[in-house]
């Protein structure tokens, strides 16, 4: 029984042994676990630190946010204002389209602001205006000039008859100095035309002594002017595509094709002359041909020269 007994307590020491053992090594475990929570709480120290700056960074961001709806809504305030604005605007066009008045109250005619803007567009003494007038069309072209020409007749029929119909008034720009450039050089060119062509059928009728032709030539020195501005507006405008013929190109070329074809009418007609014993057609071929040279080596001479 002593044995047994014995026996009994040798194998429950042996278990309390690997008991003991077992504990020792959960305690082991148990302390590393605990150095390791012990660590890691310096990395949620860190961790809560970082959520206490994005906090505060995210009041920092609702408090802007709160500036940037107080600016939204000052902005709203102000469409607002703009709307109604344009309301007001729209409702005065589309009752100044339909009235031919419309009422200012005194305090606007006595307001530094309206003095300000006549002093812009009236003289010192208020007796001179301007208008400025823009165009939708290049100021060079023939729809601009068109459109001064639609303004000077607007606004002298529409002062006659009214206590400024004894007011001068006169319109300025490129497009203006363009179409008086040309009015002044239509009105020259039909006045010279007119002189030169009666000077030329004297001179002819003193020098060759008849009248058909004398007639023949002048109606021949005109043909040839429309002519050539027939065939340079074709060639310039119409094939090269050009803007179109200068102003100037009507005067001097009526100038030049007179000038010259009256000296070689002239020579030709004297040519005709030395030629009468045979037929005037013959004669004239004749007269042509010694003529003919002559001529051509002008119109190489007198191109070359005017050449740009």
């Known amino acids: 029984t002593a044995n047994k007994n014995l026996a009994a307590m040798s194998t429950g020491l042996s278990q309390m042994a690997g008991g003991l053992k077992t504990i020792e090594s959960g305690v082991g475990k148990t302390s590393d676990g605990i150095g390791t929570i012990v660590t890691n709480m310096d990395k949620v120290a860190q961790g809560l630190d970082q959520m206490k700056s994005g906090q505060q960074q995210l009041v920092a961001g609702l408090d802007q946010f709160?500036?940037?709806?107080?600016?939204?809504?000052?902005?709203?305030?102000?469409?607002?204002?703009?709307?109604?604005?344009?309301?007001?605007?729209?409702?005065?066009?589309?009752?100044?389209?339909?009235?031919?008045?419309?009422?200012?109250?005194d305090e606007a005619l006595t307001s530094s602001d309206?003095?300000?803007?006549?002093?812009?567009?009236?003289?010192?003494?208020?007796?001179?205006?301007?208008?400025?007038?823009?165009?939708?069309d290049d100021p060079y072209s023939w729809?601009?000039?068109?459109?001064?020409?639609?303004?000077?007749?607007?606004?002298?029929?529409?002062?006659?008859?009214?206590?400024?119909?004894?007011?001068?008034?006169?319109?300025?720009?490129?497009?203006?100095l363009t179409n008086d450039m040309n009015d002044?050089?239509?009105?020259?060119?039909?006045?010279?035309?007119?002189?030169?062509?009666?000077?030329?059928?004297?001179?002819?009728?003193?020098?060759?002594?008849?009248?058909?032709?004398?007639?023949?030539?002048?109606?021949?020195?005109?043909?040839?002017?429309?002519?050539?501005?027939?065939?340079?507006?074709?060639?310039?405008?119409?094939?090269?595509?050009?803007?179109?013929?200068?102003?100037?190109?009507?005067?001097?070329?009526?100038?030049?094709?007179v000038a010259l074809g009256v000296d070689y009418s002239i020579f030709l007609m004297a040519r005709f002359?030395?030629?009468g014993d045979i037929a005037p057609k013959e004669a004239i071929i004749q007269a042509s041909r010694q003529i003919g040279g002559v001529v051509m080596a002008a119109v190489v001479f007198f191109g070359g020269t005017f050449a740009p």
């Not at 639609?150 to 606004?155: K, L, Q, S």
């Open 114 to 136: 309206y003095k300000t803007a006549l002093n812009s567009f009236m003289s010192g003494d208020r007796n001179i205006t301007k208008m400025i007038i823009v165009l939708n």
């Open 184 to 257: 002044t050089l239509s009105r020259d060119l039909n006045r010279m035309i007119v002189i030169v062509l009666a000077g030329v059928f004297l001179v002819l009728l003193l020098v060759i002594r008849s009248f058909w032709t004398p007639v023949f030539i002048t109606l021949s020195l005109v043909g040839s002017y429309f002519a050539a501005i027939f065939v340079s507006n074709t060639l310039f405008v119409d094939i090269m595509h050009y803007a179109g013929l200068s102003s100037f190109v009507p005067f001097f070329a009526f100038i030049i094709i």
């Open 143 to 176: 729809e601009a000039v068109n459109t001064i020409k639609e303004i000077n007749t607007t606004v002298s029929n529409g002062m006659k008859g009214t206590v400024l119909s004894d007011a001068r008034f006169g319109v300025s720009g490129p497009s203006s």
């Open 273 to 275: 002359r030395e030629f």
């Open 66 to 105: 709160g500036s940037f709806g107080t600016q939204l809504s000052a902005v709203s305030d102000a469409l607002k204002k703009i709307s109604g604005g344009l309301g007001q605007s729209q409702d005065f066009l589309a009752q100044f389209s339909t009235d031919k008045t419309f009422h200012i109250p």
